[in-house]
């Protein structure tokens, strides 16, 4: 089946439909149990835990869910956890979601696009190749038989849209390399850059911009981050999230998330946006980790 009926099938966007409220707990209960709002990998955990905190406190005011953060060991663990109901809530890369949404619409089940992340145009989500800055690598010609530092086989900005640009530019990602790594986060494959274990890496645009190494190839722009459920919510509960983050950049106690998570805004998300992704989810799967 065609990635576009795929992802028309799995999506599923409603801010208004029904949906009965789960039974109010009894008076020997402690109460509703957490949620987990699960982020992926991209930087240290004590960073992204302080930066997304205000969001899970209003969050918690606005649904009287308490909202606890995790982030994933790495994006196939965050994928899984979602498709077995252990994760409430989620922010995804665009290729984690069309994947995920592929995975669903084999089943006949929908993947809950709540919102999206919207970015200032200056800072747009892309990916970046990079080198030490006393690299001799000046173009990815010279990258045949080099090793090369990924984030994650389901990462958009450093695996998934730096191999597309490859192919653009003439090159097999899977022949030009002589070795390939899987590092888990940005900031590890900066680290393997940094320290000659890896002759390229490839980050998210961001990331390079502030890493000090030099920059031979950018990729094109690529869809923000959104935030999805599964099953794990029903409809009056997503409603009242997606109504939480699409005003919450009128709310002053969130503005040390926005600056942190470097965003003007969530806007309502759209699946057409992220459809680009399936041609590396329809040429081959994610990379061996």
Excluded: N
């Amino acid at each position: 089946m065609h990635q576009r009926v795929l992802l028309a099938l799995a999506v599923a966007v409603s801010l208004t439909s029904g949906g009965c409220r789960k039974p109010a707990p009894s008076a020997v209960e402690q109460g509703p149990p957490a949620w987990r709002f699960a982020v992926l990998p991209a930087v240290r955990e004590a960073h992204l835990r302080e930066v997304y905190q205000p969001l899970l406190a209003a969050l918690s005011r606005a649904t009287g869910r308490t909202v606890v953060f995790e982030m994933a060991a790495d994006y196939r663990r965050l994928k899984d956890d979602l498709l077995a109901g252990r994760v409430h809530l989620a922010q995804a890369s665009a290729y984690l979601y069309a994947s995920i949404a592929v995975a669903r619409a084999r089943e006949g089940a929908p993947v809950h696009l709540l919102a999206q992340e919207k970015r200032a145009a200056q800072d747009r989500h892309a990916g970046a190749l990079v080198v030490a800055a006393g690299s001799p690598i000046e173009t990815t010609a010279d990258l045949a038989g080099k090793t090369i530092a990924w984030v994650d086989g389901d990462s958009s900005s450093g695996y998934i849209y730096p191999r597309l640009r490859l192919r653009e530019l003439g090159h097999d990602p899977d022949r030009l390399f002589g070795r390939q790594l899987f590092s888990h986060s940005h900031e590890a494959v900066l680290a393997a850059v940094r320290a000659g274990q890896a002759d390229v890496g490839a980050v998210s645009d961001l990331s390079a911009s502030t890493s000090g190494l030099r920059v031979i190839e950018r990729t094109a722009p690529i869809p923000d981050d959104a935030i999805l459920s599964l099953d794990a919510l029903d409809a009056a509960d997503r409603a009242a999230v997606t109504r939480l983050l699409l005003g919450a950049h009128q709310d002053p106690t969130l503005a040390s998330f926005f600056i942190g998570r470097g965003l003007e805004r969530y806007v309502a998300a759209e699946v057409a946006v992220y459809e680009v992704v399936g041609q590396e989810l329809e040429r081959s799967p994610p990379g061996a980790q």
